[in-house]
């Protein structure tokens, strides 16, 4: 995933979590507010009740893969942040994968199909 997709300051993602909906799944909750930006920006949030720093940046790295190659169909001027759940370590990747796309699709951030 492209770096210029990235959400990275406390500021905006606190913007997004003040403002933003929220959609959730077994796996992920997934935060979306309008943004003045024109592109999509995605953050991930994982927290120490995941686990450890090594098992936290890994659920990270799953989701990341998950959601790049929706990246450049998602509709600009938002921001994304997706929580993962402790769930996210043990899961199967297909399905991680088949509830990121059910998530952008549900909030409508998703234009059409990879």
Known sequence: MNRSYSLKRHKEFRYTYRVGRSVSMPLMTLVYAKSRNETVRIGFSV????????????????MRACVSPYAEHL?????????????????????????TEALLKRCGVLEHEA
């Open 47 to 62: 927290s120490k009740r995941v686990g450890n720093a090594v098992q936290r940046n890994r659920a990270k790295r799953r």
């Open 75 to 99: 509709k600009g001027g938002c921001n994304i942040i997706l929580i993962a759940r402790p769930e996210v370590l043990d899961a199967p990747f297909t399905e991680l994968k088949r509830q």
